[in-house]
């Protein structure tokens, strides 16, 4: 685990580059499907107009995602946006939500895996299929059977005129 101080490198506008195996984030690999490779991370570390640190940055990752549409394992890459504030307290960060992503944080040391494990996980994407609904391995309805549709509102109509002529 790669630890860092966020404040201590905003205070020189700071970098930081490099790869983190994937083994090494406590939830990530579950998601991915994968426990080797590495993701890539490169964050850049200031402060903001308000004397926060602010954090911004790219993170990727190698994944074998399920197309929930086909049922097929892909590889594919999962890619974050990093763009948050850290803060002292969850009321600062219930203040600033709106406009930033927080993360709370005190001023002792803090890892990678921490400050991007969140990020990566939320930009997993739910459709990995690039052919969507033209996916030659989509499963297929019956040639010959006839699709019913469910229509509950059919007879609403008649309900309704036989209400009012009662």
Known sequence: MVALVPRELARSNRIWQGKIPIASFSRLHEV?????GDVRVRLEFSYDENGRVRIIGQVAAPAELTCYTCMKTMDTNVTAEIDMC??????????????????????????????VEDDILLSVPTNVCAHGESCT????SFVGSPEKKYRPFQQIGQVVKVAEES
């Open 32 to 36: 991915l499907g994968k426990q080797d």
């Open 137 to 140: 391995n989509r499963p297929q």
């Open 86 to 115: 850290v803060v002292d307290s969850e009321r600062e960060a219930r203040e600033i939500f709106a406009d930033f992503d927080a993360v709370v944080l005190h001023d002792g040391p803090t890892t990678i895996e921490e400050l």
